[in-house]
C-alpha cells in the first residue's frame, strides 16, 4: 500500500494539514507576493526583522499543493530566530539540494529537518512547488513586491 | 450508492487489446506499473501505421509541395493535395479548397480572429465567445477586440458545466460580427449545442466558428449539416503527428478574408510595388507547410475512419458512463461538469487534495492524467476550484483502467486523510 517514494513523508502530510505560522502579519517589515502561473501555487511569505538583521518572526499565508504549503510551513519554523546572512545561505543550500546538485546524504549541509524535500529531485515539475515561498522570502529580502517562478 | 461489483460494462464494438498492440507507446511501464494513459484530451498517442507513415515517407518520398516541377516534388504535392480531401471528406466540407492547413486549432482561431477581425470587425462590433474555452479561443478575441475597439460577450454557463441558451439569444445583436465556441469543452467535456448556436447565430447576422479540437477524435463531424462558417481541429488530438491542424471555412467567407501570414506560395503575382494574393487556401498557407505531419494525419484519418468515428463515440461514451459511477462513489471527490452531453473527460476536485498531488501519486501508479487548470481559467474561476484533475479516455483504454483510476483515487485519499 506504501508508496515507494521519498516525496509525501508523514512530515509533509503533516504540515499541509497542518502548517504552521500559517498567518497575515501586519507589523511585517518585509512581505513579497510569491506565485506560480503554470500550477496557481500563490502565497504570501512575511518576515518581521529587528534592528540586527534577525527575523524575529515569519509566517505565511496563501494557497497551493501539499508540497508548497509544507515547504512554506518548514520554511517558516526553520527561519525564525536566524539571521539574514544565514538564510541566504540556507537558501542556496536547499536550491541546491531540489534540484539534485547536493546529497545531504553525502555533503555537509545546514538545512536540517529541511533535508527531507531531497526526494523532490526525483520530481523535476515539482521543484516549484517546493521553492517558491524560498524565492519569495529573498523576494521579501531584496523589497520585492511580487515574484513568480514559471 | 451502486455497488461496483454490480456495475455493467457495455461490451466494446471492437477488439481493444487489438487496437491497443498498435500503438508501441502503450505497452511499456511507469514506475514499475503498466502505462495508463488518460491525458488523451492534451494529446493522444500514435497509432504504428501513423509512425510507419512519416518514416516511409521522410525516408522514400519526401519532396517540396507545390514549387517543384520534378518528379519527387510532383509526388509530395500529390500527396498532400490528397490529405486535403480526406480533410474535407472527414468533415464533409463541399470542397478541398475549404480546407486550410495550419499547425493546429490554436493557429486556426489566430487566423479567423486576425484576417476575420481585420476585414470585419470595426469599433463598437461584438464578438461572443463563452465561459468554457480554452485560452485559444478566448485571448485571440480579447486582442482583436482590444485592437478593434470591440466589445467581447460571454455566455454563462450553469452548474452542470451547459451554456445557458437564454443567455446567448440576449447577447446576440445587429453587432455580433462572429460567435466562437467550442464543440467540446476540454475542461469539463461539455458537449455544446453548435448546430443550434450556429442557427441562432446566422439569424442574427454573425458568422460562426466551432473549435473542434476536442470533438474531431470522438466523433463524426458533418460542417455543412452543422451550417458553421468555420471549424478547426488539432491533428495531436487525432492520433496524428503534433504540429498540423487545420481549419474549415466556408469558401464565399474565406474568399473575402486578407491573408494572416505574408510570404510565399500565398501570392498570385508580386511586383515591388504591389502584391496580388492567391485563392484561398493558398492564400492562407504561406511558407513551406508541415509536409510530413500532413502525411501522418492522412494516414490517421485513414485509421479513424477504418474503426469507424461512430463505433469509437459508442464505446467512449460507454467509458465516460463507467469512469463517471466510479469515480462518483468516491467520498470528498466531486466531479467537475456534469453536462447531460459529454465527451470521455472527466474533471474533478477532491477537498483534501490538491490536483498537482493527485497527479503525483496517480503517476506512481501509472497513471497519466492531467492536473491544473487545462488553459482555461475563466473555466475555474465559474466553478470556484483553483485546478481540476482530467481523467480524458480514447478509445484504447480500457475499463480496468479506470478500475485502476478509481482504486489509486481512493489510495492517494487515503493517504492525506
Same mark, same amino acid.
Given at each position: ?150 | ?75 509530395? #504535392? !500529390?500527396?498532400?493535395?490528397? +490529405? ?6 472527414? =468533415?464533409?466540407? $463541399?470542397?478541398?479548397?475549404? %480546407? *486550410?492547413?495550419?499547425?493546429?486549432? #490554436? !493557429?486556426?482561431?489566430?487566423? +479567423? ?6 476585414? =470585419?470587425?470595426? $469599433?463598437?462590433?461584438?464578438? %461572443? *465567445? ?288
Amino acid at each position: 500500500m506504501s508508496y515507494d517514494n521519498e516525496l509525501y513523508q508523514q512530515v509533509i502530510l503533516d504540515h499541509n494539514k497542518k502548517p504552521r505560522n500559517f498567518r497575515e502579519m501586519p507589523e511585517a517589515t518585509h512581505s513579497c507576493h510569491g506565485f506560480n502561473p503554470l500550477c496557481g501555487d500563490d502565497y504570501t511569505v512575511y518576515l518581521k526583522i529587528n534592528a540586527e538583521d534577525v527575523i524575529e518572526d515569519v509566517s505565511f499565508m496563501g494557497s497551493g499543493c501539499a508540497i508548497s504549503k509544507a515547504s512554506s510551513s518548514l520554511m517558516t519554523g526553520f527561519l525564525k530566530g536566524k539571521k539574514v546572512d544565514e538564510t541566504k545561505m540556507v537558501f542556496g543550500e536547499f536550491h541546491k539540494m531540489v534540484l539534485g546538485e547536493m546529497d545531504p546524504d553525502q555533503q555537509e549541509h545546514h538545512l536540517g529537518k529541511l533535508a527531507l524535500f531531497k526526494g523532490i529531485r526525483e520530481f523535476p515539475s515539482r521543484i516549484k512547488c517546493a521553492s517558491l515561498s524560498w524565492h519569495s522570502m529573498i523576494g521579501a529580502l531584496e523589497k520585492d513586491e511580487t515574484i513568480t517562478t514559471e | 450508492m451502486p455497488d461496483t461489483d454490480t456495475l455493467t460494462t457495455a461490451k466494446p464494438p471492437f477488439d481493444v487489446d487489438q487496437i491497443r498492440a498498435e500503438f508501441p507507446v502503450l505497452s511499456q511501464t511507469v514506475h514499475g506499473k503498466p502505462l495508463i494513459y488518460l491525458d488523451n484530451a492534451a494529446t493522444t498517442q500514435k497509432p504504428r501505421r501513423v509512425i510507419e507513415k512519416v518514416r516511409q515517407f521522410d525516408s522514400e518520398e519526401y519532396g517540396t509541395v507545390r514549387r517543384g516541377s520534378y518528379r519527387l516534388s510532383e509526388r509530395a #504535392t !500529390q500527396m498532400f493535395e490528397d +490529405v486535403r480531401h480526406k480533410v474535407a471528406g472527414l =468533415f464533409n466540407a $463541399a470542397s478541398h479548397k475549404e %480546407i *486550410i492547413f495550419t499547425s493546429g486549432t #490554436t !493557429q486556426a482561431i489566430n487566423l +479567423v480572429a486576425y484576417s476575420f477581425g481585420k476585414a =470585419f470587425v470595426k $469599433a463598437g462590433d461584438e464578438i %461572443i *465567445i463563452s465561459n468554457i474555452e480554452h485560452h485559444a479561443n478566448t485571448v485571440p478575441w480579447q486582442v482583436l477586440c482590444e485592437d478593434r475597439g470591440a466589445h467581447l460577450k460571454v455566455i454563462p454557463v450553469n452548474d452542470r458545466g451547459e451554456l445557458i441558451m437564454e443567455e446567448y439569444q440576449k447577447l446576440l445583436s445587429p453587432k455580433t460580427r462572429i460567435v466562437s465556441v467550442n464543440h467540446v469543452s476540454n475542461a469539463l467535456g461539455t458537449v455544446n449545442p453548435i448546430k443550434e448556436i450556429t442557427r441562432l447565430a446566422h439569424e442574427a447576422g454573425a458568422k460562426v466558428l466551432i473549435d473542434g479540437a476536442q470533438s474531431t477524435p470522438h466523433m463524426k463531424i458533418d460542417v455543412q449539416d452543422i451550417d458553421c462558417d468555420f471549424y478547426t481541429f488539432s491533428g495531436h488530438k487525432m492520433y496524428a503527428p503534433s504540429g498540423i491542424g487545420g481549419l474549415y471555412g466556408k469558401y464565399d467567407v474565406l474568399k473575402e478574408m486578407p491573408p494572416y501570414v505574408t510570404g510565399g506560395d500565398m501570392i498570385r503575382h508580386v511586383t515591388l510595388e504591389k502584391t496580388l494574393y492567391a485563392d484561398p487556401p493558398a492564400r492562407f498557407e504561406a511558407g513551406t507547410p508541415a509536409i510530413t505531419q500532413v502525411m501522418g494525419l492522412g494516414e490517421a484519418i485513414d485509421y479513424l475512419q477504418e474503426i469507424g468515428l461512430d463505433k469509437i463515440a459508442e464505446y467512449e461514451h460507454a467509458l465516460l458512463e463507467y469512469g463517471t459511477r466510479l469515480l462518483s462513489e468516491i467520498d470528498g471527490l466531486n466531479i467537475v461538469g456534469t453536462a447531460a452531453h459529454k465527451a470521455s473527460i472527466l474533471s474533478f476536485h477532491i477537498d483534501v487534495i490538491h490536483p498537482h498531488d493527485v497527479v503525483t501519486l496517480l503517476d506512481q501508479d501509472g497513471i497519466a492524467v492531467r492536473g491544473g487548470h487545462h488553459c482555461a481559467q475563466p473555466t475555474m474561476q465559474r466553478f470556484c476550484v483553483p485546478a481540476t484533475t482530467r481523467a480524458s479516455a480514447s478509445f484504447y483504454n480500457k475499463y480496468e483502467e479506470l478500475d485502476v483510476l478509481a482504486a489509486s483515487v481512493r489510495r492517494a485519499i487515503k493517504l492525506f486523510s
